[in-house]
């Protein structure tokens, strides 16, 4: 049983799921995006870890330095994921407050929003790279809430950011590389997915990480490219998936779409 790790974004971040699948209660995610639409800035993937919750870690005592529990804090969550991008050069910054100088929005919806002015270009980067905790309010798919176990009112983003330092290569390696080794999710149980016409994500994720060409699906725009609105940062993204339940089968699973 394939649970999606709902879709998180590089200048922003957001998420989905499989017809026969359950809902993950906690979701630990990854999603990039690259200018369409907008002005051309490169920006970065983000991997995104919701800190609402607790963590499944499939064998922790694998894990240098992780709790002996089953489970990890939000707390735990939070800190190993700063402190992996601190280690790769990322400056951690503060969460922005929940009521942002944005006229387009009415509450901070997404870790990226502090930095729209540096992707749209009315502001120059104060760092190369950034890493975040942003307190979030969700208001843009509030009617989620409720009728799926991922969906918070209130909820905490962790985010990874580059303004023109790194770029898709790195991202979805990093990503990868927090997943399975700072987490200890097992490999054989995460699935991708990429905008349809991504190759250069593709072949990041085939020949770069090496995941298997059969678990790494090409979805459409609905789902595999995020927008902040009408106007502004937008691209196609990668997603991560758990599996929670190998042994109820996979077939067709991306077929049907996601909820």
Excluded at 30 to 40: D, L
Excluded at 234 to 255: I, K, T, V
């Amino acid at each position: 049983m394939l649970i999606p790790a709902r879709r998180l974004a590089s200048s922003a971040t957001i998420p989905a799921v499989y017809p026969h699948i359950f809902t993950a209660p906690r979701s630990l995610g990854f999603r990039r995006q690259h200018g369409r639409g907008a002005p051309a800035r490169r920006t970065s993937a983000t991997p995104v870890v919701r800190c609402s919750g607790s963590l499944p870690v499939a064998n922790p005592a694998t894990v240098s330095g992780t709790d002996t529990s089953h489970e990890w804090s939000g707390d735990t969550i939070r800190r190993r994921f700063l402190d992996f991008y601190a280690a790769r050069g990322h400056k951690i910054l503060p969460s922005s407050s929940l009521v942002p100088e944005d006229p387009t929005v009415f509450l901070t919806i997404a870790g990226m929003l502090q930095f729209k002015p540096i992707f749209l270009g009315k502001e120059p980067r104060r760092v190369p790279c950034a890493t975040t905790s942003q307190k979030c309010i969700r208001t843009n798919d509030i009617e989620n809430v409720g009728r799926t176990s991922r969906h918070q009112t209130f909820f905490e983003m962790l985010g990874n950011f580059s303004f023109g330092d790194y770029f898709k290569k790195d991202a979805i390696k990093w990503a990868w590389e927090l997943t399975t080794k700072e987490y200890g999710l097992p490999p054989e149980r995460l699935w991708i997915s990429v905008f349809e016409d991504d190759d250069e994500a593709f072949s990041i994720w085939l020949s770069e990480v090496g995941v298997p060409r059969e678990r790494i699906k090409r979805m459409g725009e609905d789902d595999n490219f995020w927008t902040s609105g009408a106007t502004g940062p937008c691209g196609p993204c990668s997603e991560m998936y758990y599996d929670f339940h190998p042994e109820r089968g996979s077939l067709n699973a991306f077929c049907a779409g996601f909820e």
